[in-house]
């Protein structure tokens, strides 16, 4: 039986996360567990990723042991990587999936975006006798006319006798007309076939702008033999309406064949469809054949691998398909993906059915020109049979899988992202975990968030997945947004879009960025949070109760509107909202309403409580936070509760705020005063808080004493039931211990998220 070894890799980070991609050995070529050829791999992995990250261009191949227990083994980092370290943890972290994702299998290769791994116990490595020198200097010259001579930037031929002939074709996209691109283009091929595919007769190398074949056998005896073309394709699952999607992709196909095999003596077009449903407004396609083909021949051929969009086990459903022939090819998508106006337009199609709106483009679709993309694909065949109607199907895994709108990353990505998480991209630590800046490899700046896994279980990563899914849903001015997650093992980190200035508390508790921020700004501050309040409590499609809002997880972006970050992780990692009460208090001491630190008791109000704390904190710029070990320290709510009584609550004021309004700063004390109060049932809803706030004719009432109020005779009915209750305190107000609590109280530190 043929067995075909795909090699497949992109050498950019495009705007795509995911997991490895990976290829096992034959099933029956496995070793045993504690034998000598585990034992040399095992030194193989450590030896592999150490020379890669030293090696000046991030490569290393070599084998480990005796035959025939040897293990060799091929480690490359992407060209534009230049963190050695990042680069040796990717190696690792390839060569730990590869055992896991093909157990015990003696071969095996695994592709993340930034680097690619392959071991074996056969020695690949190995030239077998032939010069590949010679062999790849005849390629060189084969396609040396495509680069400069052609054109039609187009080359085919053949060059040496046998057993020593290789025969090449390379191609330049139709509307790249600059030979000096097309000339990099083919190089590049040419370098990368030799540096990916080592050793290999038969290769097959693909970019955006052009491709390259070479083999040993005649690929050329005849015009119109296509090979076994390859396919990229979105991965999700068709829908009941696919065949209304895929019937308008094969049209827009069928003409824009029929327009290059007839119009361009480059047997090259692209064509746009305009279309009216699945959350879509165009199509676009490009297709080719090379120039040596008649137009019968070249329709003939596009007509052949067009049938594979409606086909069920293929393009069905998918908003994206493309076929790498070596004759001809094609590329549809929802997106566009070619530079220039379309050469061909059609009307939209009169369907009665709008199917349903797709998932995002995969990276092959991102609205990058392609000039600025450098993707590619590689493939190194080995003992294949050829044949005209094989199928040779490669589902892309890039560097991000979207699902929704929530994206799942790999790991090397992310540590690449973050300098692999260096102690000088933390942006802060807290209770859910610690937060790292971070840079995409298309530019995308991010926050990514390292959960602490004392948060949640293995077991319960499934369910996590879930709920991340449907937080990602969730989309609101005042949030910061989700963009996607990673799970690596037992590893679960969440990527956020990066804001810019960074959180509120940086802004109210430091003397000298303080006076940065006026009333006016504050009083929108204030009224931005309380609106993301409302729509997690009663505007989403999941009811959210944040159970941690603090100055430090409201970020203020470049106009200094606030956004709330960490919303949904006290439901994902603190339990569901459907209960009463939880085992697991999610939460920073100082902000945390008393029935909820006491009883674990979940319900809007320990937000509205918070929010409180968050509005006197902004009127005064100080924090609720002084705090000892016991009962008689002075907090800001004992503070503010004592100025209100004795008429003086204006002298709490920010000392760096001017031009303000008395009557508006007491308005927001009063209404801070009102959210603290210690019964929950006496406590606004958030929609109240709002009216208030928007509405100065509204009358307040008169608030009750506040909770946690250290100064009275300790009449408080939680005081006097809890007063046994043992707490530590570190200086930030953080409970760090609870002796006699049956609740797990999260350590937060005071640190900008």
Not at 165 to 186: M, P, Q, T
Not at 422 to 448: H, M
């Amino acid at each position: 039986m043929a067995i075909t070894t795909l090699l497949l890799t992109f050498l950019v980070a495009l705007p795509g996360g995911a997991k490895a991609w990976h290829f096992c050995g034959s099933s029956g070529d496995v070793f045993a567990p504690n034998t000598t050829y585990q034992s040399n791999l095992a030194l193989l992995s450590a030896g592999l990723a150490k020379n890669a990250s030293s090696s000046p261009v991030l490569f290393a191949a070599g084998g480990v042991g005796d035959p025939p227990d040897t293990a060799y083994g091929l480690a490359l980092c992407r060209g534009d990587t230049t963190n050695a370290t990042a680069c040796g943890a990717c190696v690792a972290a390839a060569f730990q999936d590869g055992q896991q994702l093909c157990a015990y299998a003696r071969e095996a290769t695994v592709f993340y975006d930034p680097c690619y791994l392959r071991f074996s116990g056969r020695n690949f490595l190995a030239a077998d006798g032939d010069n590949f020198a010679a062999y790849f200097s005849k390629v060189r010259n084969v396609t040396a006319p495509a680069e400069n001579a052609s054109a039609a930037l187009f080359a085919a031929g053949s060059l040496g006798t046998v057993p020593d002939i290789v025969y090449a074709l390379a191609l330049c996209r139709g509307d790249i007309a600059n030979a000096s691109a097309c000339e990099s283009c083919v190089d590049n091929a040419f370098q990368g076939g030799q540096q990916l595919c080592p050793y290999n007769k038969d290769v097959f190398i693909v970019y955006d702008l052009c491709y390259l074949r070479f083999t040993n056998r005649n690929l050329l005896a005849s015009a119109t033999d296509n090979g076994s073309p390859m396919m990229l394709m979105n991965a999700q699952n068709a829908s009941a309406t696919a065949e209304v999607f895929d019937a308008a992709a094969a049209t827009l196909l069928n003409a824009t064949s029929s327009y290059a095999a007839a119009n361009s003596s480059r047997r090259f077009a692209t064509g746009v469809e305009a279309f009216r449903g699945w959350g879509v407004r165009d199509i676009y396609a490009l297709v080719q054949c090379t120039p040596d083909m008649s137009p019968a021949g070249c329709r003939s051929c596009l007509a052949g691998i067009i049938s594979w969009v409606n086909d069920p086990d293929y393009f069905s459903g998918s908003p994206t398909g493309r076929v790498l022939g070596v004759r001809c090819n094609y590329w549809y998508d929802v997106h566009p993906f070619f530079p220039g106006s379309p050469l061909l337009r059609l009307d939209a199609p009169a369907f009665d059915v709008a199917p349903p709106a797709p998932s995002p483009a995969p990276v092959a679709a991102d609205s990058t020109p392609p000039a600025d993309r450098a993707g590619s694909v590689f493939i190194c065949l080995k003992r294949r049979k050829a044949s005209k109607n094989q199928k040779t199907q490669i589902i892309p895994a890039p560097n991000k899988i979207k699902r929704g709108n929530c994206a799942i990353f790999d790991l090397p990505t992310l540590q690449i992202a973050t300098d692999n998480f260096s102690d000088s991209n933390k942006l802060g630590e807290g209770g859910f975990g610690t937060v790292y800046r971070g840079k995409l490899g298309n530019g995308q700046k991010v926050a990514v968030k390292k959960l602490s896994q004392a948060q949640y279980t293995r077991e319960g990563l499934n369910q996590l997945h879930n709920e991340l899914q449907l937080l990602a849903e969730l989309q609101h001015k005042n949030f910061v947004r989700l963009l996607g997650f990673c799970s690596h093992q037992d590893e679960m980190m969440l990527v956020y879009e990066h804001i810019k200035n960074g959180s509120l508390d940086i802004f109210l508790f430091d003397t000298s960025r303080g006076k940065t921020l006026n009333w006016e700004q504050r009083h929108n501050i204030i009224l931005g949070i309380a609106k993301g309040i409302l729509y997690l409590h009663e505007d989403s499609s999941i009811r959210i109760i944040h159970r941690d809002l603090k100055a430090n997880n409201i970020l203020l972006d470049e106009n200094m509107n606030p956004k709330i970050a960490d919303f949904g992780l006290g439901r994902l990692l603190g339990g569901g909202h459907t209960q009463t009460k939880t085992a697991t208090v999610v939460g920073t001491y100082g902000y945390m309403a008393p029935e909820y630190v006491l009883f674990g008791k979940v319900s809007p109000k320990i937000d509205i409580f918070s929010f409180g704390v968050l509005v006197l904190e902004i009127v005064t710029g100080r924090r609720n936070s002084s705090f000892d070990n016991t009962y008689n320290a002075v907090n800001l709510l004992t503070e503010v509760w004592n100025c209100w009584t004795k008429g003086t609550a204006l002298q709490l004021a920010d000392q760096s705020l001017d031009g303000y309004s008395d009557s508006k700063v007491l308005r927001c004390i009063h209404i801070g005063l009102l959210c603290v109060q210690e019964s929950p049932v006496d406590r606004p809803s958030i929609s109240s808080v709002i009216l208030m706030l928007t509405r100065r004719r509204i009358k307040l009432q008169q608030p009750r004493q506040p909770a946690f109020f250290f100064g009275g005779d300790f009449s408080s009915v939680y005081q006097q039931q809890h007063r046994h209750r043992n707490y530590m305190y570190d200086k930030s107000g953080v409970i760090v211990e609870d002796k006699f609590s049956v609740n797990d109280v999260t350590n937060t530190d005071p640190y900008p998220r």
